[in-house]
């Protein structure tokens, strides 16, 4: 069972359209959503979870989390969680994926 969570807008886009704000404010909301989602993973005990720093290599993404769960339901429960954390910390709304059967999910959370 597998989890992505990607992002369609890149850092540099971002600025340039004034979507996010300053670089301050924008390199500050990446490392919010970056590390909620990292330590979701970490407390859901996702497992084989690994990173990929997309900056400057395409314009899908600054980033790219990858990680499994050992069931269904525990992918659902991993994707559920990010997705309440980002909502409670006020990290914006996510598109998503895959949810209802859970084979896989994508989180599209904009920036990562």
């Known amino acids: 069972m597998t989890m992505a969570i990607a992002g369609t807008q890149t850092l ?3 600025v340039h359209t ?3 704000g ?3 404010s924008t390199n500050r909301k990446i ?3 970056r590390s909620l989602a ?3 993973l970490e407390d859901m005990k996702a497992e084989e979870t690994i990173e990929i720093d997309l900056m400057g290599r395409t314009s899908l993404a600054d980033t790219m989390i990858i990680t499994s769960g050992r069931s269904q339901r525990h992918v ?3 994707a559920d969680r990010v997705l309440q954390e980002m909502k409670s910390k006020g990290l914006g ?3 998503v994926e895959g949810l209802p059967a859970c ?3 994508l989180i599209d959370a904009g920036d990562i």
């Open 12 to 14: 540099n886009d971002a």
């Open 18 to 20: 004034g979507a996010l």
């Open 22 to 24: 300053s670089d301050d």
């Open 31 to 33: 490392n919010d959503l």
């Open 38 to 40: 990292l330590d979701c």
């Open 76 to 78: 659902g429960a991993i």
């Open 93 to 95: 709304t996510a598109r």
């Open 103 to 105: 084979d896989w999910v």
